[in-house]
T-cell receptor, first 112, second 108 residues
Framework: NAGVTQTPKFQVLKTGQSMTLQCAQD?????MSWYRQDPGMGLRLIHY???????DQGEVPNGYNVSRSTTEDFPLRLLSAAPSQTSVYFC???????????FGEGSRLTVL | KNEVEQSPQNLTAQEGEFITINCSYS?????LHWLQQHPGGGIVSLFM???GKKKHGRLIATINIQEKHSSLHITASHPRDSAVYIC??????????FGTGTSLTVIP
């Protein structure tokens, strides 16, 4: 049971480049979400999804897109990377019954 | 504005000490989570609480809904407990707010 898998673990981009952070879970969780973690700040919600075909914005959605075509996958797209998007990104899923959160290992993104 | 406040921000303890980390929140919640993050590592869920108290091994979590306060206790602390402990609250719907974390170092 792999849980929540994020790729890549590390990425360096130049300003203006685009990229996709991948997130997959094998627990059949309907709820998935993306967070960013910055020094001195708590995790902040970027986007979330409550099921395939349903997505919604979180606290800091600007500059990011998401889609949810399957229950398993929830990719996060940076359309035109900016230095302010340098951060550690976490994908998480939540089990409906227990409410427990499951996090991926994180993706460290640097935008030059 | 911070919906979730944790204290202390940093904590150093000797092995074997009893440790308490506090979390206060200012919003109505449906659940509170305690998470653990090791340096350079991922985040692991320790507890989810909506009332009362839960215990898992040497870890105990309590919540007082009326006072909007939760505590995480570690009994007989060990160097492997060294990590950042994060308090998170789930508000109505699917929004979560996270504290900035408490960095714990346990010295042998």
């Amino acid at each position: 049971n792999a849980g929540v898998t994020q790729t890549p673990k590390f990425q360096v981009l130049k300003t203006g480049q685009s990229m996709t952070l991948q997130c997959a879970q094998d627990m059949n969780h309907e709820y998935m979400s993306w967070y960013r973690q910055d020094p001195g700040m708590g995790l902040r919600l970027i986007h979330y999804s409550v099921g395939a075909g349903i997505t919604d914005q979180g606290e800091v959605p600007n500059g990011y897109n998401v889609s949810r075509s399957t229950t398993e996958d929830f990719p996060l797209r940076l359309l035109s990377a900016a230095p302010s998007q340098t951060s550690v990104y976490f994908c998480a899923s939540r089990e409906v019954g227990t409410g427990e959160l499951f996090f991926g290992e994180g993706s460290r993104l640097t935008v030059l | 504005k911070n919906e979730v406040e944790q204290s202390p921000q940093n904590l150093t303890a000797q092995e074997g000490e009893f440790i308490t980390i506090n979390c206060s929140y200012s919003v109505g919640i449906s659940a509170l989570h305690w998470l653990q993050q090791h340096p350079g590592g991922g985040i692991v869920s320790l507890f989810m609480l909506s009332s009362g108290k839960k215990k898992h091994g040497r870890l105990i979590a309590t919540i007082n809904i009326q006072e909007k306060h939760s505590s995480l206790h570690i009994t007989a602390s060990h160097p492997r407990d060294s990590a950042v402990y994060i308090c998170a609250v789930r508000v109505t719907g699917n929004q979560f707010y996270f504290g900035t974390g408490t960095s714990l170092t346990v010295i042998p």
